[in-house]
Structure formats: C-alpha cells, structure tokens
C-alpha cells in the first residue's frame, strides 16, 4: 500500500525558513511526478511545486524562494522554503503519481496527511 507520510513543518518566524520532507513507502516514484501543495484555513489547496525526472516546477508565488529536490535513494522528496511569510501558513501536503495538469489537486493519485507550517509575524 502506498503511502506518503510528511514531516518537518513547525513554527518559524516571518522571514526564517523549514524544510518539510515526505517520506513515500510501498512505491518507487522516482519515474512520477511528485508534488507539494498548500491548504491556509477556509481556502482551497493550492498548487506550490513539482519535481519529476525531467525538472521541476514551481507556482509564481514561491519561484524565488522555495525550491522542491528528491533524494532518490531514501525515495523522499523535499520543499526547502526561505523568507516566509505568515501568509504562508498552512498545511503542506505531498502529492504522487500526476497525470494531468501539475497544478491541479485532481491529478494526483496519491497524499500525504500534511504537515503544518505557521509564520508567525
């Protein structure tokens, strides 16, 4: 069974940085595009990166300061976010095995159980 398990969110102050990691178990995705997404409360999950054997991708939002990378070998993948913001707080959520637009929350087969971030100003 396949699952996706977070970790590494935790408070930070606005300005500092986290490195939340998703751990994939009882699959390989080094072949899949795997994702991170965001959920604030009372608004929908949005698209924040991509990684995939060819690249990466990113939402404008975080372009210059948040960067998605694997480690194949531990089959985990990892968002490294710089210079946050408190309006970045939410739930982070890893995403696996994409088909269709990388944006989009209905592409993806697999999720994680989020892990949550909190910007504090």
């Known amino acids: 069974q396949v699952q996706l398990a977070e970790s590494g969110g935790g408070l930070v102050q606005a300005g500092g940085s986290l490195r939340p990691s998703c751990a994939a178990s009882g699959h390989t995705f080094r072949r899949h595009y795997m994702g991170w997404f965001r959920q604030a409360p009372g608004k929908e999950r949005e698209f924040v990166a991509a990684?995939?054997?060819?690249?990466?991708y990113s939402a404008d939002s975080g372009k210059s300061r948040f960067t998605i990378f694997r480690d194949d070998a531990k089959n985990t993948v990892y968002l490294h976010m710089s210079s946050l913001k408190p309006k970045e707080t939410a739930v982070y959520y890893c995403a696996a095995e994409a088909y269709g637009s990388l944006e989009l929350v209905s592409s993806y087969r697999h999720w994680g159980q989020g892990t949550q971030v909190t910007v504090s100003s």
């Open positions: 990684i995939w054997s060819g690249g990466t």
